[in-house]
């Protein structure tokens, strides 16, 4: 079995084109942890209803029901997993520790990009109406503009991915992830990835470092 892997990145960073190259080739579990809060709601469960009252009022759903939800969805003795979406913080880091996930071999693997390569790539990015895919203009633009090449839906631009909200993201973004990586750092299972180049280069070096784990 192979190590699980914790995602850590700026939204933007990239990381979620890279967990799924990975989980193709590696045969990883990508696990987000957005998706299981959006379908624990729809599945309208007391712990969903819980989570969208935490949700409407702007709060941080709270670790207990993060694990819960994890371990309801992931079996960590039995599948390799890529945890995106948290832990994101120091304090969810420490909660995390309760989890079987950490018992075992694991990872945290960093997708570093600098400032200039996250503004280029958000103000560029464009997700389809219907089904969510990703583009991006200037690395892997559409065949036709503002037309998704899998269902043909409409190619929009979120509202909140203007250089201005970017850099505030990003100050907020530096300020909780210091202290995670620093603590990974001193558990040596940190793998850090530069992350301001083409998605094939980056998955080229993140290649090459997994082969020192794997
Ligand atoms: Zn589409």
Redesign the pocket.
């Known amino acids: 079995m192979n190590p699980h892997i914790i995602l850590l990145g700026a939204p933007g960073s990239g990381k979620g084109t890279q967990a799924v190259k990975m989980v193709e080739d590696y045969g990883f579990l990508h696990v987000s942890t957005g998706e299981l809060l959006r379908t624990e709601v729809k599945k309208g469960s007391s712990l969903g209803k819980a989570i969208q009252k935490t949700i409407e009022t702007g709060k941080l759903v709270d670790n207990p029901t993060m694990l819960e939800l994890l371990n309801a969805n992931c079996d960590f003795n039995k599948s390799s997993y890529i945890l995106d979406g948290y832990p994101r913080n120091i304090d969810q880091v420490k909660a995390l520790n309760q989890l079987d996930l950490v018992k075992h071999k694991f990872y945290a693997l960093y997708f570093d990009v600098n400032m200039d390569a996250l503004q280029k790539r958000i103000v560029n990015r464009r997700s389809?109406?219907?089904?969510?895919?990703i583009f991006n203009l200037a690395f892997d633009p559409p065949k036709h503009s503002s037309v998704?090449?899998?269902?043909?839906?409409e190619l929009i631009q979120r509202s909140d991915d203007t250089e201005e909200v970017v850099k505030k993201r990003m100050t907020v973004y530096n300020s909780t992830i210091t202290p995670v990586l620093d603590y990974y750092r001193g558990r040596k299972v940190l793998i850090e990835v530069n992350a301001s180049k083409t998605p094939n280069e980056v998955y080229a070096e993140l290649k090459e470092k997994l082969k020192m784990i794997l």
């Open positions: 389809c109406k219907k089904c969510s895919r998704c090449d899998s269902c043909g839906g």
